[in-house]
């Protein structure tokens, strides 16, 4: 059994999806939680909810992370578990995106996680370590169409971690990467409405197209998410860091070019 009592988290982009059930899970099991975010309604919902400490944040801005991150240390006595969840996405290619939306999802993405880390570290040697989970995805680790920004900055995140890892554990800061596959929030409500309007089929069974050929045939919910990030940034993963688990539901192991000789493909 997993016991946080006593432990002190930051969770980014908690007001919905993956961010959300961390922070409601992360209370569960003891823990006193600050979650940041940019919309103060749903934080000052969620707060009321379950416990946690709303605190309105734009990672891109370090200026905005570093107080909330004082006023988290200053509320509730320290800081043990980082949750780098907060991310956007963004449709285009190479030749198609702007500069500006480039810089945007880098800047959430990426920037926002090490403005997170860069703040958070001192907080987490005076406390004699800690843990740091990031959330990065499958799209960081293979390719989609037309989702350059997007994976350049969730493969970013990959580098990152390994990096924090490599520097900070001999500080006893442990870093992990969680890369999420398909996950029922949300972020891809867009994706399920445009599959809806191509292929003239509802959202159930657009869901079921996104994971036609993913062994387990379904979607993630949030909190089986939420999960692998408790384990990583619990003392039952004391020995891990530098690690990336892909919880995927076995999306990124399938060989697409033998999917034409799999019965059970359905491809003909």
Same mark, same amino acid.
Request: net charge negative; hydrophobic share 40%; proline share 4%.
């Given at each position: 059994m997993i016991d946080l009592t006593g432990k002190v988290a930051f969770v980014t982009g908690g007001g919905s999806g993956?961010?959300?059930a961390v922070v409601r899970q992360f209370i569960g099991l003891g823990a006193k939680v600050g979650v940041a975010?940019?919309?103060a309604a749903v934080l000052e919902t969620l707060a009321a909810d379950c416990g946690a400490l709303p605190l309105t944040c734009d990672v891109s801005d370090p200026d905005a992370v570093d107080a909330a991150i004082t006023t988290l240390v200053q509320e509730l006595g320290?800081? &043990?578990i980082v949750v780098n969840s907060a991310g956007i996405a963004h449709r285009g290619n190479a030749e198609q995106i702007s500069p500006e939306d480039w810089r945007q999802v880098l800047d959430v993405n990426l920037t926002g996680a090490l403005n997170v880390c860069r703040r958070a570290l001192p907080?987490?040697?005076a406390r004699g370590g800690g843990a740091i989970v990031n959330v990065?995805?499958?799209g960081g680790l293979t390719a989609a169409a037309s989702s350059v920004a997007y994976s350049a900055s969730k493969a970013g995140m990959l580098g990152l971690s390994r990096s924090l890892a490599k520097d900070f554990g001999k500080h006893n800061i442990r870093v992990n990467t969680v890369c999420p596959g398909w996950v029922d929030t949300p972020m891809i409500q867009g994706a399920l409405d445009?599959?809806?309007r191509i292929h003239g089929i509802s959202r &159930?069974?657009?869901k079921r197209l996104l994971t036609r050929w993913s062994p387990l045939g379904r979607m993630s919910e949030p909190v089986e998410l939420a999960n692998c990030i408790t384990f990583l940034a619990s003392p039952m993963a004391s020995f891990v860091t530098g690690a990336v688990l892909v919880a995927d539901g076995g999306q990124s192991i399938v060989d697409l070019g033998l999917?034409?000789?799999d019965p059970d493909a359905g491809i003909h």
């Open positions: 993956i961010g959300d975010g940019r919309r320290g800081l &043990d907080e987490l040697r990065s995805s499958v445009a599959l809806s &159930d069974d657009a999917l034409p000789l």
